[in-house]
Structures are given as C-alpha cells and as structure tokens.
C-alpha cells in the first residue's frame, strides 16, 4: 500500500501531465520560434466584434485567483493525509454542541443521523459533548441526556427580519434559549451530514489548540449508497475545491477570503454571538457567506480542519439546479452588501462574477474555433492553465471521494471517466442556474430533499 506521501507525489505527477498535454493540445506552449497564424481581428471581424471577442477572452481571467489558489493547495500540502491523531486529551477538550439545523420535513432522516453521530462520537472517545437539533417544526427527539430539541417559535422575529436558517441560527443565540457558555464550541451540521472518526479527531484538535475562532473541513459526497450518480459525480469538483481553496485560505491566510460553506463549521460561542446571523434578508439567502465575511470584516481568525465528513448530493437534477441557483442568487446579495468593505470581499466578488459571466465565458469553447483571435502567449498559456486545472479538478475529486479498494481497477477509473462526462452537463446546470438567478426571485430559500428511502421488494 502507497504511503499518503507517495499518493500526493502521484497525485502532483498526475495534475502537471494533464496541465503539460492540455497546453500542448491548445496551443499555450510557443516552442522556439514557432509562432501561431497571425490574423487581424479588427480587420477580420470589424471593430464591434473583435471588441466583443476580446472582451469574452479577457473573462476568462476571473475565474484565475480561485484556480490558482485550488492549484497551490492542491501541491503544497498533502492531499491524501494519513488517519489524523488526537494531540491532546478528549477528556480536556471544552465542551461541544452539535448543532443540526432543520426545516423539520424529514423527522426519520434527523433522528437516524442524530442517532448515528452520538454513536460515532462515543466511539471516537469524545466526552463532553451534546447533540442539539434545531428546528421550525417539532421533530419528536427521543428523551436523552446528550440530546436537545430545540422548536423555533413561529411567531419569533429577529430585529433586522432575518429569514430561514439565518432565523433559527439567531434564536438559539437569544440569552433564554441559549445554555452555551462563551468558551464552549459549536459545530454546525446540516440535517444530512455525517461525522466521521476523524472528523471528531480535528474538532478535538482544532478546540484543544484555541487560536481560532472558526474552523472548516472536507465533505465528501460519494460515501455509501450513491443516490444519483450524475450530480455526486458533478459534486467531485466541490471535494476537490475544499482540498484546493478553502484549505489554502484557511491554512495559510486563517482569513475566509472566499467565504466558507455552511456545514461542518466550528465556532467558538462567543465569537458567533459577537457576529451573530441576525443580517437582515441579504444574509438569510446564503447565511453561511455573510456569516464569514462578517466575520472577516471584524478580524476573527479562521483555520482548516482535518478530518472529513459525509453528505449526498441533491436526489436529482431539478434540485440540483435549485441547489446552486440559490448559492449564487445568496452570493451575489452578499457581494453587493454594503454592510460588508469592498477589501474584504474583492476575491469573493471576483469569483462569484466568475460566475455571473460564465454564460459568456462559456462561448468561447465555441468561439476559439470558429473565430480565433491573436493573443500574446502569456494568454494563451494561462487560459490553457485555467481550463487544464478545472478539468483536473474533477479526476481529483474522484479520487478523493472513491475507494480503489472498494470499487476496484474497471470501476474506479470508469468513475473518472463518469465525472469527466458530467463537465458539460455541469456547465449547462451552472448556465441555466445563472440565468435563473439573475432574473428569478430573489430571497427564496429552496430546501433540497435530504431523504431518500430505497425501494422496499415485497
């Protein structure tokens, strides 16, 4: 068996092969003298469309901070770490409140999960610990002395009119709900998340070290039965994204300078108080992004957890798309809040209207080749560089999320071959989303379904 070192040399070899040949292929490299047909856009196209052209080539560069930072924590840090060690005493470790959060529509699902996580952390050796679900409707939690059920009251508001999970968040702050105490530690879960040993490991590690404030990990989304195979394996390039990105931003900056995701966040109970989500409805869409540029903007530290949790992908395509529609819909209310400093959101901005233009940079996969353009090489070869890494990204994720040992030779690298097959079928998803986004209704929360029941042979 390879050693995790060995696995992220492989793993390095790999993404320089697929950036060497993806340069070659598309013409990045100019090998001595040699140099590409020279064409006049202007004279070729007119002045409007070589504008137009150039214009659509240059918003390729958007997208380059983010590849570049998931390129750079892709290769400096080991992407395949061994089983992660306890540095310390679960028995020292501060007290812990697993916090759910739940709209209340699937009863069964929270309770298994609740039920499978307090069995995971009793395993992993944690002590001092409560598992708290937070809900807008009664869930029924069965009586147990590491259990909480929280119901938020219908008639409750929050003073800025937060919404959704913005609004249960805050209500478990209000002083005649909250038990916590300013030095305990909160993780935040979604209501199909799944802890895992090591997860339980880093969180021990990450509260026992206590010189930040915030901290996040890896979620993985191909573990166990695989609902929907087109969007886990479209969902490869997140994995890839929270090995690359977050943990670069969080590792080597502790700062959220592309935001942070919703689930598997730890908090210390006084800093999330001093933030709060209590953001009016530009922080109820995307809760979790305002959360953390809020919490940029008033100097709290971040750090990457290690250790990786469990969720699915959406059930379907419809969700799947209603999925990443509120994500950009939240993002972009986020960017253009005044509430947060231009200085602190610049690379979130700059990646979301990556995102916003992405029906436009898409063109030029077609435009490349009926209208090519005259571009100096230093542009040739770093939009090679910016496609070769995205498309890496999924293998990446692929291999992250899958088991050799449990899938075996055939379909481990037909899983690769499925997640390469699903970069159009993503890229129309992420188009329709945008455009559905931009000129649908804003301050929509759509819950994705989270439950999925196998069909029963009678």
């Known amino acids: 068996m390879l050693s995790s070192w060995s696995k992220h040399a492989l793993h390095c070899c790999l993404l320089s092969t697929v950036i060497l040949v993806f340069e070659h292929v598309s013409g990045g490299f100019r090998w001595g003298t040699q140099e590409k047909e020279e064409l006049d856009p202007w004279l070729q196209y007119g002045f409007i469309g070589a504008l137009t052209l150039y214009f659509l080539r240059t918003l390729t560069f958007l997208s380059f901070p983010q590849v570049l930072f998931n390129f750079v924590g892709l290769?400096?840090?080991?992407?395949?770490?061994?089983?992660?060690?306890l540095k310390g005493s679960p028995l020292l470790a501060p007290f812990i409140c697993i916090r759910v959060v739940t709209r209340g529509d699937y009863p069964q699902l929270v309770k298994s999960n609740v039920n499978r996580n307090?069995?995971?952390?009793?395993?992993?050796?944690?002590?001092n610990f409560q598992i708290?679900?937070?809900s807008d409707k009664p869930i029924g939690l069965a009586p147990h002395r590491r259990t909480r059920e929280v119901v938020v009251p219908s008639e409750y508001r929050t003073s800025s009119g937060a919404l959704f999970k913005a609004r249960a968040l805050q209500y478990c702050l209000q002083n005649n709900v909250n038990e916590l105490a300013d030095h305990d530690w909160i993780v935040h879960l979604d209501e199909e998340t799944l802890l895992t040993e090591n997860s339980i490991r880093g969180i021990l590690n990450f509260v026992l070290d206590g010189k930040h404030q915030f901290g996040q990990g890896?979620?993985?989304?191909?573990n166990e039965d695989v609902v929907n195979w087109i969007t886990t394996l479209a969902d490869s390039f997140r994995v890839a994204d929270d090995m690359g990105k977050l943990r670069?931003?969080?590792?080597?900056?502790?700062k959220p300078l592309f935001s942070m995701k919703g689930s598997y966040v730890v908090t210390q109970m006084s800093a999330e108080k001093a933030v709060s989500f209590d953001n009016g409805l530009d922080g109820s869409i995307s809760e979790d992004c305002f959360f953390a540029m809020k919490a940029f903007t008033q100097g709290y530290t971040f750090n990457f957890i290690d250790g990786e949790m469990w969720e699915k992908s959406p059930f379907t395509l419809w969700d799947f798309v209603q999925q990443r529609k509120r994500w950009l819909q939240g993002i972009l209310l986020v960017v253009h809040s005044k509430a947060i400093p231009l200085k602190k959101k610049l690379l979130l901005g700059i990646s979301c209207y990556s995102w916003v233009t992405m029906p436009l940079s898409t063109s030029n996969l077609v435009l490349a080749g009926l209208c090519p353009i005259s571009c100096s090489p230093i542009i040739d070869f770093l939009c090679a560089f910016i496609g070769a890494v995205n498309i890496y990204m999924y293998v990446f994720g692929v291999v992250k999320s899958f088991s050799l040992y449990r899938f075996g030779f055939a379909r481990f690298f037909l899983c690769i071959f499925g997640a390469l097959s699903t970069i159009p079928f993503n890229l129309i998803i992420e188009n329709v989303a945008v455009i559905w986004g931009l000129f649908g209704k804003k301050h929509k929360f759509y819950v994705v379904n989270k439950e999925f029941r196998p069909p029963v042979t009678v």
């Open 118 to 127: 307090m069995n995971k952390c009793i395993e992993a050796g944690l002590e």
């Open 218 to 222: 890896l979620i993985t989304y191909a």
């Open 248 to 254: 670069l931003q969080f590792t080597m900056f502790h």
């Open 75 to 85: 290769t400096i840090y080991n992407a395949f770490p061994d089983k992660v060690e």
């Open 132 to 134: 708290e679900v937070v």
